[in-house]
């Protein structure tokens, strides 16, 4: 056949195997795998190896390691809560207005937080007061340590930018910056 058609022998072959399909002998578990990373998107292979065996799979972890990387199935995981918030200080804790208040318009309630920046070699921190109603950012300041004048630069900033009426409720967390003497 390969002289009668006028080709060569490796064409002849490489013709065959495109021209049947492969059939994909991992569909059915494919759709299973898939199924549990759906519905519990933080399982990674071996949680997900384990519920298949519970479910009658015969599959060992290489096979659908294999399969989630073909697919593209990560393992999306919690992040685990951090307190960083230091509650215990001799500072004085103010009752939480925050709660009981209905916003109207702007200059009514104001919220701060302290958080850090991970630069390559170091840390920065960034003091922010945003108004709650409008959630604009109105004052903020940066510095590479967390002293307690970092939270009252940001303050300062809102006051000259705002200058708001009084009765403006200014909240934050319970953390030694908020509840120093400054």
């Not at 659908?64 to 992040?79: F, G, H, S, T």
């Not at 001799?90 to 208040?101: E, I, R």
């Amino acid at each position: 056949m390969v002289e009668l058609g006028g080709i060569s022998r490796p064409s002849f072959y490489r013709f065959e195997e495109e021209a049947t399909p492969k059939v994909d002998r991992d569909m059915d578990l494919r759709d299973a795998i898939q199924r549990i990373a759906l519905k519990w998107p933080s399982y990674g292979r071996p949680r997900i190896t384990a519920e298949l065996k519970r479910q009658g799979w015969k599959v060992g972890p290489n096979r659908v390691r294999r399969i989630m990387r073909e697919d593209n199935l990560l393992c999306v995981r919690k992040r685990k809560f951090v307190v960083t918030t230091d509650s215990n200080h001799g500072g004085k804790v103010y009752p939480n207005l925050k709660s009981t208040m209905d916003l109207t318009g702007i200059n009514q309630l104001w919220v701060a937080d302290i958080t850090y920046i991970r630069l390559e070699a170091e840390f920065v921190y960034l003091a922010v007061v945003i108004d709650a109603f409008s959630r604009r950012v109105i004052g903020w300041a940066l510095d590479r340590t967390l002293a307690n004048d970092l939270p009252i630069q940001a303050l300062r900033l809102a006051l000259e930018q705002r200058q708001p009426a009084p009765g403006l409720v200014h909240h934050s967390d319970h953390g030694s910056k908020y509840a120093s003497q400054d």
